[in-house]
């Protein structure tokens, strides 16, 4: 209901406000656009709109409401991102405001991690998630927990790629170092940075963490196979065995039919050939059944059945957005 009555206020106020410029009433009508999705729970698409509006009219609560929109996907570092750009272009908004957005942010920090990305060439693009984050020297990344893809190139470079784990609360660092193109044969592609999570700290952002912590180098532990490979072998091993069962059956119900008949006759040849060849079969079958079996065995030393790990919040309940009344819809 909250919610209800400030959009009819918003409305108000849009309505009559003064004549305005060519890009203004562009940035009014994406808003508009932008605030009918949020109502449709089309948060997604909001965003486009809000963004848009607030290039053609930069109005501080057009990031508080693309904020919002982030906090309703559980994009939480997109969410911290505009909410501290709010705060910080939009100091003569409401006090009130101003506080609760301060304490979502506190909150939302306690769920993302840091990542702290040292390269040894400046002026470096640097991707995470195929999104640009900037151009080295970089300053600490705050990311969401999970599985993230780190992309390092500048012209000039073997284009360094990888894949680290942010850990909420933690901030993880990575060292780059890019090799130059030698524009010549024989120029070797980079080694893999090293990666490191430091001990936990209490991140919050828009404060610098600790970054003392000594750099480890990785455990040295080979990497064990796929379940797949232990997976095809069992099942080679499992449908060669129902095949010599079944070729096995064949050959004694031919091989009962050769006492009531001649030598003599031709049938006698013909179905004792059967028998001979559905024997051999059988054989070749029992071979392959066993050779994939002691294959499959093998593998499974050699194999990680173990499921991967997902990182969680359970067991932690959010609070609403900022204010209780989701998007701010003045004008």
């Known amino acids: 209901m909250r919610r209800t009555a400030a959009l009819f206020t918003a409305v108000a106020l849009v309505l009559s406000a003064p004549a305005m410029g060519e890009d203004k009433e562009k940035a009014k009508e994406h808003f508009f656009k932008g605030k009918a999705l949020f109502e449709e729970g089309a948060y997604d698409k909001a965003i486009i709109e809000f963004k848009e509006s607030y290039g053609l009219s930069p109005v501080p609560v057009v990031l508080y409401n693309i904020a919002v929109c982030y906090d309703d996907l559980s994009k939480y570092a997109e969410a911290v991102k505009h909410y501290k750009k709010y705060l910080s272009v939009g100091k003569d908004e409401p006090a009130e405001k101003l506080a609760k957005v301060k304490e979502r942010v506190g909150e939302l920090s306690k769920f993302l991690g840091m990542l702290k990305l040292v390269v040894d060439a400046e002026g470096a693009e640097v991707l995470v ?52 193109i030698a524009g010549v044969a024989g120029a070797k592609e980079p080694e893999s940075a090293s990666k490191v999570t430091v001990a936990p700290t209490a991140a919050r952002p828009g404060k610098e963490q600790d970054q003392g912590a000594p750099v480890k180098k990785g455990d040295g532990k080979k990497k ?10 069992a099942a080679l091993a499992g449908a060669a065995g129902v095949a010599a069962i079944a070729t096995g059956v064949m050959a004694i119900k031919e091989d009962d039919k050769i006492p009531g008949m001649s ?13 001979d060849t559905l024997a051999l079969a059988t054989d070749l079958l029992i071979g392959v059944t066993g050779a994939a079996a002691v294959a499959a065995i093998a593998l499974a030393f050699f194999t990680d059945f173990k499921k991967p790990e997902r990182a969680t919040t359970a067991g932690v309940t959010l609070a609403p957005a900022p204010g209780g009344a989701g998007l701010i819809v003045t004008w």
């Not at 080295?136 to 993230?148: D, R, S, V």
């Not at 064990?224 to 072998?233: E, H, I, Y």
């Not at 030598?263 to 028998?275: H, L, S």
């Open 129 to 180: 998630d195929d999104a640009k984050a900037g151009v080295t020297p970089l300053e600490t990344i705050l990311l969401e927990t999970g599985e993230h893809e780190l992309v390092v190139r500048k012209t000039g470079y073997f284009e360094s790629k990888q894949r680290f784990t942010i850990v909420s609360g933690q901030t993880a660092e990575i060292v780059v170092k890019l090799s130059k």
């Open 263 to 275: 030598a003599a006759d031709d049938e006698w040849k013909k179905t004792a050939d059967r028998r």
């Open 224 to 233: 064990k196979l796929a379940p797949a490979a232990f997976g095809a072998m």
